[in-house]
């Protein structure tokens, strides 16, 4: 992610300086509003960015979580099946059962059952945080893509690249707000 923001710095960088020597000349006034806009967008990717990154943390947090649920479903089912082999084996032997252990069996796969569902809610915590940061990440693409553009609309100064270029920061907006209110 970090080369990806350095190259956004580095176009917005250039396209201001191009912008700087083009208003001080008297030329062109709508290259000013060009690297407004390019500023704004610069900060909406940022935002972006900031917002994506996080979701991809707590994605990875959730999915930690419910691993470490199910290795703790798995060794109850382990225990559980352990104890039931006793008693089988007692059994084989004429021996009586242990009831403490009947009843440890239970209380298991009660447990087992509690632990299964918090594992699922823990995934879905991921899934959910996963499709945020999709989200986010074509919103941060886009609005690189339009800093690209509207340094290009700088230099060739073309001002009709400078309005696709807000068209490309509309649609990354589209997205910012979509992940927010996701």
Do not use: C
């Not at 989200?135 to 553009?149: E, K, N, W």
């Amino acid at each position: 992610m970090d080369e990806i923001e350095n190259y956004a710095e580095k176009i917005h960088e250039q396209s201001n300086e191009h912008a700087h020597h083009i208003l001080s000349e008297g030329k062109d006034r709508w290259v000013l509003f060009v690297a407004l806009s390019t500023a704004l967008i610069a900060v909406l990717a940022a935002i972006t960015g900031l917002l994506a990154g996080e979701h991809a943390d707590e994605a990875m947090l959730a999915q930690i979580r419910a691993s470490d649920q199910w290795a703790f479903y798995q060794a109850k089912g382990i225990k559980t099946e352990t104890l039931n082999q006793t008693s089988k084996i007692l059994s084989a032997f004429g021996k009586p059962v242990i009831a403490a252990d009947e009843e440890k069996i239970k209380q298991n796969k009660q447990e087992q059952a509690a632990i299964k569902e918090k594992a699922e809610d823990f995934q879905k915590e991921s899934d959910l945080h996963v499709v945020k940061h999709s989200v986010f990440a074509r919103g941060i693409t886009l609005f690189q893509i339009s800093i690209a553009i509207g340094a290009i609309s700088i230099i060739i100064k073309r001002k009709s690249l400078w309005l696709v270029s807000i068209g490309f920061a509309l649609i990354g907006i589209f997205f910012l707000t979509q992940g927010i209110w996701f």
